[in-house]
């Protein structure tokens, strides 16, 4: 299953959370999280990383040999890149790595880059579910509003695929709660004082939560479609 974790801002979490959702998936899973973010990104200096093993080498040569683990863990991550570096992909170039990767892993992580460019549109397709992250404030809000009508006019998001997570929330909700962003909210995440790091055991045991609300959705969606196909069947045989 390849889950994107995207937000049309920096800063709100996507990382953070990409890997501490690693953490715990790879408790029982075989995970992979791979930097789709080239504005740089985070994953060489977080993770003490190797930069050549990059994500523009695993989609133009042997993914394999792109793969790094992280010491103290047990996912694997393939790291981002430079700005320069993202005109070197194609959507086809993400499209085969993701297919080939998701062959091996039970659960490919993508943190995607803010900035709408070929290599983001593949993770946002090849995705079985996308991830929204976004904080309680009014500039965060409107924006994530406004790429998800984008995508959806140009065809690069299925929204029944995607749903959002609250991050950094300090009181009471205010902005999210004004606006229907047309994708279930499932979970929310405090503001963490003095966080230093996504294995913090707080982000942890909110990643744990997280974890449990995104499966569920999809479990009550799934059963809601089976309900739904059930009636339209009885209603079809009434005629
Ligand atoms: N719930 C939280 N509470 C407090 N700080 C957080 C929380 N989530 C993330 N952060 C901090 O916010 C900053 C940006 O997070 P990051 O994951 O790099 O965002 P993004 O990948 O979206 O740019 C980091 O310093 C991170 O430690
Ligand atoms: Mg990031």
């Given at each position: 299953m390849v889950i994107t974790v995207f937000s049309p801002k920096g800063g709100v979490g996507k990382t953070t959370l990409t890997l501490a959702l690693a953490r715990v998936l790879s408790e029982d899973k075989k995970v992979c999280a791979v930097e789709a973010d080239f504005s740089p990104g985070d994953f060489v200096s977080l993770l003490d990383l190797d930069k050549e093993k990059n994500i523009v080498n695993a989609c133009l040569g042997d993914y394999r040999a792109c793969l790094q683990r992280p010491a103290g863990e047990k996912f694997d991550v393939i790291v981002g890149g430079f700005?320069?570096?993202?005109?070197?992909?194609?959507?086809?170039?993400?499209?085969?790595?993701l297919n080939d990767i998701s062959g091996e892993y039970d659960y490919v992580l993508i943190d995607l880059q803010p900035q709408i460019s070929e290599p983001a549109v593949a993770a946002l397709l090849k995705a079985d579910r996308v991830l929204f992250?976004?904080?309680?404030?009014?500039?965060?809000?409107?924006?994530?509003?406004?790429?998800?009508?984008?995508?959806?006019?140009?065809?690069?998001?299925?929204?029944?695929?995607a749903c959002a997570v609250v991050n950094k929330v300090k009181g009471k909700k205010k902005y999210i709660t004004a606006v229907d962003l047309g994708i279930p909210v499932v979970y929310s995440i405090p503001y963490l004082r003095r966080l230093s790091e996504y294995k913090d055991k707080k982000m942890i045991r909110?990643?744990?939560?997280?974890?449990?609300?995104?499966?569920?959705?999809?479990?009550?969606?799934?059963l809601l479609r089976r309900l739904l196909n059930g009636f339209k069947r009885v209603k079809q045989k009434d005629k």
């Amino acid at each position: 299953m390849v889950i994107t974790v995207f937000s049309p801002k920096g800063g709100v979490g996507k990382t953070t959370l990409t890997l501490a959702l690693a953490r715990v998936l790879s408790e029982d899973k075989k995970v992979c999280a791979v930097e789709a973010d080239f504005s740089p990104g985070d994953f060489v200096s977080l993770l003490d990383l190797d930069k050549e093993k990059n994500i523009v080498n695993a989609c133009l040569g042997d993914y394999r040999a792109c793969l790094q683990r992280p010491a103290g863990e047990k996912f694997d991550v393939i790291v981002g890149g430079f700005p320069h570096m993202q005109e070197n992909l194609k959507y086809a170039d993400v499209e085969k790595l993701l297919n080939d990767i998701s062959g091996e892993y039970d659960y490919v992580l993508i943190d995607l880059q803010p900035q709408i460019s070929e290599p983001a549109v593949a993770a946002l397709l090849k995705a079985d579910r996308v991830l929204f992250v976004l904080e309680d404030d009014i500039s965060a809000v409107s924006r994530t509003v406004g790429i998800i009508e984008y995508l959806k006019l140009h065809g690069f998001l299925d929204v029944s695929k995607a749903c959002a997570v609250v991050n950094k929330v300090k009181g009471k909700k205010k902005y999210i709660t004004a606006v229907d962003l047309g994708i279930p909210v499932v979970y929310s995440i405090p503001y963490l004082r003095r966080l230093s790091e996504y294995k913090d055991k707080k982000m942890i045991r909110h990643a744990k939560n997280l974890k449990d609300a995104f499966f569920e959705v999809k479990k009550e969606k799934s059963l809601l479609r089976r309900l739904l196909n059930g009636f339209k069947r009885v209603k079809q045989k009434d005629k």
